[in-house]
């Protein structure tokens, strides 16, 4: 039920105790307590283990509703082979299987994929072959069904990852050239999809979409004075299918960008854009895909949104809107800029969504300065930051392996400060219909990471993430409305005699599993009151989350 009809309700329950209706007042109770089951957010199960000082940590994949995946590699050797393991977790949490493999300890991961029944795992060889691949495959019920080499001949540096069809399809770069490789499991061949090897050319997405096609955007740079968007669909053989080119307005500069992916009919390219040379960025852009007829790019200032500058102090926000529409009418873009990071589109049968998160950095160390790394840490596939993208930005964070041990020192001293999440509407011709958002407490991390997630159910958005204190923070708001619940819970503990003692704040997070469940993991240290042998222990956890 919306807010605006609960809060009615409520307002109608207090005047009829004030007039002593009774009978119409425990009428109404039964009915607001009906309405008050809708737009909750109940942790329904935990899963637990125990974490040691040397045990890395897990990286979670989400297998939608055929369970969760954690995988780690072990303190444990076999010879010159490194020992891995992943766990495998039903939807209630309950571990189905946990599995072993070995992997030659100079191989380092560098991403994994997911599709229904199978998961990949993909390693690049150490410092001797650093073009050299290695591809584990297994089923979801934890059966290794193949390893596979992959030995592309050029200097290829890896960025993306995906699985399309039969086919792996890798994204990166010789030298500074944008290449597509297809890579056939069966065979063992690789085929460099034509197109590419563009001088000056930036692959900022490659994306599968639903039936066995995908999409590849590239940001021409190669005349400054007329930049091209590039937007290609192909199929799993690499025959291109589709191609639509777009000028981009050479006052600006796209700087991410996500393709949907054939959900819906309409194909859509959404992301953030700045000024020429900035990093930070000044709005949104949308662009529907349309290669049989014009289409300008849709370009968002920060200022025009209708919820974006709700955080600021009124009078703050109304000097900065009167700012940018000074810019506008002047025909510059807008002074007023911030470090934002899109995570992802989601297409529904209204249009499209995009969720971007809003962040400030500092610290001794600044990634941004080199130009040959890729800014975020780890980039869409979850790749070390070895794997470069010689254009600012790129891509974004997505499937994030992470390579420190628990409780180690060996990270820079970056922090990035995630201060609010944005989530805005598009209609199947990119027109902006609403956008929403919310505060986030401080919350820090050592790369630009996704903070929060969200779920459209039931008429509401629902934001859910977890604060640097294990609260679980949850925000229901109507999208066309300024109502909003608040809600805010501890993370629920396996046993009544635990006490929470303290949360590793820089690892963990929020993300949305499967319709309207969501998953919150981390790494807590907890007491037990009535175990005298064991009384304080550090754990992994997971907790399921469900919106009702």
């Not at 010879?79 to 992997?103: C, P, Q, S, Y």
């Not at 930070?280 to 500058?309: C, R």
């Not at 993208?389 to 392996?401: D, I, V």
């Not at 708001?477 to 300024?482: A, H, K, Q, S, V």
Request: charged share 25%.
């Amino acid at each position: 039920m919306p807010i605006i009809m609960r809060v009615m309700l409520r307002s109608l329950f207090y005047e009829t105790l004030k007039t002593n209706k009774f009978c119409m007042a425990i009428l109404l109770c039964i009915v607001f307590a009906n309405m008050e089951s809708s737009g909750q957010a109940v942790q329904t199960n935990r899963f637990e283990r125990k974490q040691k000082g040397s045990d890395d940590y897990y990286t979670i994949i989400s297998l939608k509703d055929e369970g969760l995946c954690l995988l780690r590699h072990k303190d444990k050797y076999n010879g010159n082979k490194r020992v891995w393991e992943f766990v495998l977790l039903d939807t209630t949490l309950a571990e189905k299987r946990t599995v072993e493999f070995e992997i030659e300890n100079r191989n380092n991961l560098v991403g994994y994929e997911y599709t229904r029944g199978f998961l990949y795992f993909l390693f690049r060889a150490g410092d001797t072959n650093k073009n050299m691949l290695f591809l584990v495959e297994f089923t979801t019920d934890g059966l290794e069904v193949g390893r596979h080499e992959i030995k592309p001949e050029l200097d290829f540096r890896l960025t993306h990852f995906i699985k399309v069809g039969s086919k792996m399809v890798l994204g990166g770069y010789v030298s500074k050239d944008p290449v597509i490789l297809l890579y056939e499991m069966n065979t063992n061949l690789i085929k460099v999809v034509p197109g590419f090897f563009q001088k000056e050319n930036e692959l900022v997405d490659l994306r599968g979409n639903v039936n066995n096609t995908f999409n590849t955007v590239l940001i021409d740079r190669s005349t400054k004075a007329e930049k091209k968007l590039i937007f290609r669909t192909f199929d799993e053989e690499g025959e291109m299918l589709l191609e639509d080119v777009v000028s981009i307005d050479d006052r600006k500069s796209l700087q991410t960008s996500i393709a949907s992916s054939l959900e819906r009919e309409e194909l859509m390219v959404l992301g953030s854009w700045g000024d020429r040379q900035s990093k930070q960025s000044v709005g949104f852009f949308s662009l529907t895909v349309d290669p049989f007829g014009e289409q300008k790019i849709n370009y968002f200032d920060f200022a025009s949104l209708n919820h974006y500058l709700d955080f600021m102090k009124p009078s703050r926000a109304h000097r900065i809107q009167e700012a940018s529409e000074r810019d506008i009418k002047a025909g510059r873009n807008p002074d007023f800029a911030n470090y934002v990071m899109p995570y992802k589109v989601e297409e529904h049968k209204e249009g499209f969504f995009m969720l971007a998160e809003v962040y400030e950095q500092s610290g001794s160390t600044n990634q941004f300065n080199n130009p040959y790394s890729n800014p975020y840490g780890m980039g869409y596939g979850g790749f070390y930051p070895s794997y470069y993208n010689p254009y600012y930005p790129g891509y974004y964070p997505s499937r994030m392996y992470n390579p420190y041990g628990y409780g180690s020192n060996g990270r820079n001293t970056e922090q990035i400060k995630t201060t609010q999440s944005v989530l805005l509407a598009f209609d199947s011709k990119g027109k902006l219909i609403w956008d929403q958002g919310i505060k986030i407490d401080e919350t820090t991390r050592q790369s630009v990471t996704q903070i929060s997630d969200f779920v459209y159910w039931k008429g509401e958005i629902v934001f859910v993430y977890k604060n640097k204190d294990a609260d679980i923070k949850v925000k229901i708001i109507e999208p066309l409305g300024d109502s909003a619940e608040e809600i805010s819970e501890k993370v629920r503990l396996s046993d009544p005699s635990d006490e929470f003692r303290s949360e590793k704040e820089q690892e963990g997070g929020v993300r949305n599993w499967y319709k309207n469940s969501f998953y919150v993991w981390g790494y807590q240290t907890v007491r037990n009151i009535n175990n005298r042998e064991d009384r304080v222990r550090d754990v992994f956890y997971v907790n399921k989350v469900v919106v009702k």
